[in-house]
């Protein structure tokens, strides 16, 4: 971003050194602007996009590593639970 903001100030002193009416100028460096403004909105959105599917892959492997992880406690309970019942039922 600062590269780009770098440039349209160089492009700005260009226009302003340019051999025409100083509505002309204006006029120049109004579009100017909207185009760079349009070119940092679409920067920002791409990197929003971005910033949005790295949290989405990160929170789906967070996902996935809870789901194996009750699994296997899951299975390690039930495993448990087996083995309590069949000392209970020795003992009765």
Request: glycine share 4%.
């Amino acid at each position: 971003m600062a590269a780009f903001q770098r440039l349209e100030k160089d492009v700005r002193r260009v226009i302003l050194q340019l051999d025409e009416r100083i509505e002309i100028k204006l006029a120049l460096i109004e579009s100017l602007g909207k185009i760079c403004n349009f070119e940092q909105q679409l920067v920002l959105e791409e990197y929003d996009k971005f910033s949005t599917t790295i949290v989405q892959e990160k929170q789906e492997e967070i996902n996935r590593r809870v789901r194996e992880e009750l699994g296997s406690v899951s299975g390690h309970l039930e495993l448990q639970s087996r083995s309590t019942a069949q000392a209970v039922a020795e003992l009765i």
